[in-house]
């Protein structure tokens, strides 16, 4: 007998059977997923080992008194949460579709290095267009954000850096605008400083940016020229934990001179000085070459001509 005609059959899969398999294997048990299904176990039992006879593979086996998944069970679970994702996506598309002003979503990965002040400023602007948008923001690394780019998980990613050319990764980098930086703390530490910026920093608390922040190694750079001698009380890849700490007087901490107002008012800090040979860079990353989503034109268009083009007019009056 020829060997094909011994494999299983898998062109009628039994989605019922697999979504089972699916609650199973993230509840951890039959009997808790049983609770949540509001089945019993048997009845549980018996459709898995339907599923596995279809399959013709063995999905779990026995770990003590429980079950953990097979090497197969652990392959064709990656399979099955991309089919119940794909499909819980498909249902809110057609709920969206049937709605009579349905909002256009918008996806914007955000890199943890950059700040969240700005972040917030740059694309409040896609809020207030005459066709409903409705946000989905995502935060995380850079690599792990432009992933998700690649597969059109994500419409646009914001970073304090262009396209990284290591990555294999088609994407293109448009410049949002750039800002001088400059340096920050709370009250009551600022009042304990006894010299004047940059001399200031010399032995003081300093919370720096993490070693992935595009900025990091020309402040310390910048730190070395000037003979300044901070103590480092802090490196963090987060800008939100990073500001938190600063806030409650932990250290100094830098920050993008075109939202120093904002930065001032919302935390409670003052601004101490300016360091106007680092320019801090804030960059869309999108897979398209020439902008034309609505939303994301109108966030280039305001970060170019409101809140970086303000900033850098405003650095240029206080040089003259």
Not at 112 to 133: G, H, N, T
Not at 263 to 280: D, K, N, P, S, Y
């Amino acid at each position: 007998m020829d060997d094909s005609a011994r494999l299983p059959t898998l062109s009628r899969l039994n989605y019922k059977h697999l979504r089972y398999f699916w609650m199973v294997a993230r509840a951890g048990s039959i009997a808790r997923a049983a609770e949540q299904l509001h089945l019993t176990p048997q009845s549980i039992s018996t459709q898995l080992g339907a599923l596995e006879a279809s399959l013709g593979v063995a999905l779990f086996q026995r770990a003590g008194r429980g079950l953990e998944l097979s090497e197969a069970g652990r392959r064709i679970l990656h399979h099955a949460e991309e089919i119940f994702t794909l499909g819980d996506e498909l249902l809110e598309a057609a709920h969206d579709e049937s709605r009579s002003q349905r909002a256009l979503p918008l996806r914007i990965g955000i890199a943890d290095s950059v700040a969240k002040s700005v972040v917030q400023r740059v694309i409040a602007p896609a809020l207030q267009l005459a066709e409903p948008m409705r946000l989905i923001c995502r935060e995380g690394r850079l690599d792990l954000l432009l992933a998700e780019l690649a597969v059109h998980r994500l419409d646009m990613v914001i970073a304090d850096r262009p396209m990284p050319s290591n990555l294999n990764v088609r994407g293109y980098s448009h410049l949002l605008g750039e800002s001088e930086l400059a340096i920050f703390a709370a009250p009551a530490l600022a009042a304990t400083l006894p010299l004047a910026f940059p001399a200031l920093l010399d032995n003081a608390p300093l919370l720096l940016p993490g070693e992935d922040v595009a900025i990091r190694h020309r402040l310390e750079h910048w730190l070395a020229a000037m003979d300044l001698r901070p103590r480092i009380i802090g490196e963090f890849d987060d800008n939100a934990l990073l500001t938190a700490f600063a806030q409650a007087g932990a250290g100094l901490f830098f920050a993008p001179a075109a939202i120093a107002d904002d930065l001032c008012r919302r935390h409670e800090v003052v601004e101490l000085g300016r360091v106007a040979t680092i320019r801090e860079q804030l960059y869309a990353i999108t897979t398209e070459r020439r902008l034309t989503h609505p939303a994301i034109v109108a966030i280039r268009d305001t970060a170019r001509d409101e809140l970086f083009g303000k900033a850098g007019q405003k650095g240029r009056q206080a040089r003259k």
